[in-house]
Nanobody, 127 residues
Framework: QVQLVESGGGLVQAGGSLRLSCAAS????????MGWFRQAPGKEREFVAA????????DYADSVKGRFTISRDNAKNTVYLQMNSLKPEDTAVYYC????????????????????WGQGTQVTVSS
């Protein structure tokens, strides 16, 4: 069992930055590809970013490319999402998720393929 705990959310003005963190329990963090998803009120959950076990492969939703950066520190069992140039449409609850991955470079962009989820952290961007 893996537990994921997000932190770093908050209220920020448009154009500002936030860094989300997701701390994982257990000693098998490096076995999981990790992802960030978000869900705005009245909308479906959507993919934001994903990173492979090794950190060598990443993918982003078109809406965040060039503004968000996903990274991980396997020694600290933590995955990060650096969010720059935030827009009001980025307002959502952000969730991290883990997917047990066989291959070092594998990533997942589909939420249903993730095995574990955090409780979420609210990000609010004011205009």
């Amino acid at each position: 069992q893996v537990q994921l705990v997000e932190s770093g959310g908050g209220l920020v003005q448009a154009g500002g930055s936030l860094r989300l963190s997701c701390a994982a329990s257990g000693r098998t963090f490096s076995s999981y590809s990790m992802g960030w998803f978000r869900q705005a009120p009245g909308k479906e959950r959507e993919f934001v970013a994903a990173i492979s076990r090794s950190g060598g492969n990443t993918d982003y939703a078109d809406s965040v490319k060039g503004r968000f950066t996903i990274s991980r520190d396997n020694a600290k069992n933590t995955v990060y999402l650096q969010m720059n140039s935030l827009k009001p449409e980025d307002t959502a609850v952000y969730y991290c998720a883990g997917s047990q991955a066989r291959f070092l470079m594998a990533i997942e962009t589909i939420g249903s393929r993730y095995d574990y989820w955090g409780q979420g952290t609210q990000v609010t961007v004011s205009s």
